[in-house]
């Protein structure tokens, strides 16, 4: 089976945002303090790290589901 080209450029950006995301996630809860209240993180790290988390789950997990359904759409094509 080979992959369209388009189509493994959106499984790519999305993985690669998705993980960008994952990662920020997981550096905010054990690098930059956590959020331990309902305030927010505690220091200037911790709330960049939360934007980015913010910004890139949302994006990469779309991304991730359009390249998923191209991908469908083209196998079902064949």
Same mark, same amino acid.
């Given at each position: ?5 388009? #189509?493994?450029?959106?499984? @790519? ?6 993980? =960008? ?5 997981? &550096? +905010?809860? #054990?690098?930059?303090?956590? @959020? ?6 505690? =220091? ?5 790290? &939360? +934007? ?27």
């Amino acid at each position: 089976m080979k992959i369209q080209s388009d #189509t493994r450029k959106l499984l @790519i950006t999305g993985l690669s945002i998705t993980g =960008t995301g994952a990662v920020a996630v997981l &550096l +905010l809860f #054990t690098v930059f303090g956590g @959020i331990v209240n309902r305030q927010g993180p505690h =220091t200037n790290m911790g709330w960049f790290v &939360l +934007l980015i988390a913010l910004g890139c789950l949302p994006t990469g997990c779309m991304s991730l589901a359009l390249g998923l359904l191209k991908l469908l759409g083209d196998l079902t094509r064949r």
